[in-house]
């Protein structure tokens, strides 16, 4: 009898010390990039890392603004294409369509969620980078490889296509129905009562989710820097190549190893990536929830 | 005024349909780009055979060293990880309450843990292996993807752990077993979840590179222990299409077409299990 309540003491500690080892996880993901970026913080003020774009390691010159720029401008415009997009494919699943057209949609969907990022990469370099370079490069008058901060973006709007979806659905969804019917009986047409009741009542889950969605944008790595060109500029337009955080660590890893500071630098670019995702992520689950609770 | 609504409903309705077209012919796209490329130069010797002699600059020889790598990897990371994923589901929906502080903390940072990119995983798990004194090897790549799939398994598996009726575990307790001893009851009501769960994290294991980069390397060879180095598929496909070589790139295309098919199959039966189960549930 003794016997069965110790095992079951024993049990919950283990337990309870590998839910708090999960959690120390990310408290020692914090510490141990933070702790590694230390070198390069007392040669280099964190004020001059972020905002100098000089990145020349050999010669001590550390700046990431190329970088941060370059992540931040791919996410941003492949959000603005996939926003709407997912957006209206999401009010049309939840508003519009038979549940027949939802049955043929959601595999499509599946199949875009589940595909691993080097094969959109794959299709990057197959189909976007010769649209980019043929058709719209010609068409703005610019002679452009193909390989830009465009390319990437298409890309990577693709790939979060289905988590904002996904998202939205659920959003929608948790509208009642209530709402609507009292809109259509008003007279109301059908985007109407879309638009002034429906979009309005999930606006704040819909910011929560496409902030949720840039968080996973933001470290996306093997497809992007497939297909972005990964030149070390601030890029001017879309045409411009750019050279995103996680494309810098991926491409640099097998080098870093030759000087200190190199290695210092680049897991102070996968801080600076942390941090910002941590951010991101945390602050829109936090608000998906006070949202959920109401 | 009553023409307006009626035409700004036809312009939504068309631009509905439109994104739908567009989402239908992005994946057409995805997938008829990597079929079309890859199949006609798969061959059977292709995922039969290791890189032979002049492989990288379009010699003969395959990528079974890439399929071998992957599978180990993601076989011992999904081990691993249901070993510690299910204790921890257990813990969060039988030994915390229902509106427990430090289960709802846990809760949040395994949806944040899922939120870190892979690349942060590869860079820490590459600085503590490091420190440890373990080199790129079939472990580390296995410990990575182990961090990186944990979070998919605990959520996905918690979802549906919070959803056992209580009364099922007071009927247990009342019979006298101990809170360790109703595992057998959880685990039964949640099988389809761990199903599930496990084939999209096998999944995600499979088709990640930007973790395994760094700690499991590349090599032309099978991994004979854990302390060798892995080839992965993901990253067979990224180095042989960087190549200048034609017949090197086509072989990233036709890892490609194997790469695409493996996840198809894992990750669309994981889908159905659980939408097949999720259907019938109230």
């Not at chain 1, 941003?76 to 699943?93: Q, W």
């Not at chain 2, 490091?130 to 961090?147: F, K, M």
Request: proline fraction near 4%.
């Amino acid at each position: 009898m003794k016997y069965r309540i110790i095992k079951d003491k024993v049990a919950g500690g283990v337990m309870t010390l590998f839910t708090l080892l999960s959690l120390i996880l990310l408290v020692a993901m914090a510490v141990g990039l933070w702790l590694k970026s230390a070198d390069i913080l007392e040669e280099h003020s964190m004020w001059n890392l972020l905002t100098a774009s000089e990145w020349k390691p050999m010669r001590n010159q550390f700046g990431f603004l190329a970088f941060i720029s370059g992540t931040f401008y791919v996410t941003g415009v492949a959000t603005v294409i996939a926003l709407p997009t997912s957006l209206l494919m999401a009010i049309f699943l939840t508003e519009y369509s038979r549940s027949t057209v939802r049955r043929y949609i959601y595999p499509l969907l599946d199949i875009l969620a589940s595909l691993p990022s080097v094969i959109f990469g794959v299709w990057g370099t197959l189909v976007i980078v010769p649209i980019v370079s043929d058709i719209i490069g010609p068409a703005v008058g610019t002679a452009t490889s193909g390989y830009t901060l465009l390319s990437g973006a298409v890309v990577l709007s693709v790939m979060i296509l289905p988590l904002l979806v996904s998202l939205f659905i659920e959003i929608l969804g948790n509208v009642e129905i209530d709402l609507r019917e009292a809109s259509l009986a008003l007279g109301a047409t059908r985007w109407q009562t879309t638009k002034h009741v429906v979009l309005k009542k999930g606006l704040p889950g819909i910011i929560a989710s496409t902030v949720l969605a840039i968080s996973r944008a933001l470290g996306e790595t093997i497809a992007v820097l497939m297909v972005c060109g990964n030149l070390i500029i601030i890029p001017d337009s879309l045409l411009d190549a750019c050279y995103p955080i996680p494309a810098l660590i991926a491409n640099n890893y097998g080098e870093m190893l030759s000087l200190p500071l190199y290695e210092s630098a680049l897991m102070f670019a996968a801080f600076i990536l942390f941090f910002i995702v941590l951010v991101f992520n945390l602050g829109a689950r936090l608000y998906l929830k006070t949202i959920k609770t109401e | 005024m009553k023409k307006a609504k009626y035409i700004e409903e036809k312009i939504f309705r068309f631009l509905m349909v439109l994104s739908l077209i567009l989402v239908a012919g992005f994946v057409f796209s995805v997938l008829w780009s990597i079929f079309s490329k890859g199949i006609p130069v798969l061959t059977w010797e292709m995922v039969t055979s290791l890189p032979g002699s002049g492989f990288y600059v379009g010699k003969q020889g395959g990528f079974l060293n890439a399929i071998v790598g992957s599978v180990y990897i993601v076989l011992g990371a999904t081990f691993l990880g249901l070993l510690i994923s299910i204790p921890v589901v257990f813990y969060l929906s039988v030994y915390l309450k229902k509106d427990s502080r430090f289960g709802s903390i846990a809760r949040l940072a395994f949806d944040v843990l899922f939120g870190v990119p892979s690349i942060v995983y590869g860079a820490f798990a590459f600085t503590i292996m490091i420190v440890v004194g373990i080199r790129a090897s079939l472990l580390g790549g296995i410990l990575v993807e182990t961090l990186l799939i944990v979070p998919i398994l605990i959520r996905s598996m918690d979802e549906v752990a919070r959803t056992i009726p209580k009364e099922l575990l007071e009927t247990a307790y009342s019979l006298g077993a101990t809170k360790i001893e109703t595992i057998g009851v959880v685990i039964r009501q949640i099988a389809p979840a761990i199903a599930t769960a496990t084939l999209l994290s096998v999944g995600r294991a499979m088709g990640d590179a930007a973790g395994v980069m760094f700690t499991a390397g590349f090599t032309d060879y099978i991994p004979e222990s854990l302390t060798d180095k892995a080839a992965t598929l993901p990253l067979s496909v990224f180095f042989q299409l960087s190549a200048p070589q034609i017949e090197v790139q086509n072989r990233a295309y036709a890892a490609a077409v194997v790469l695409t098919v493996i996840i198809l199959i894992i990750s669309l039966s994981g889908r159905f299990i659980m939408r097949y189960f999720s259907k019938n549930k109230v």
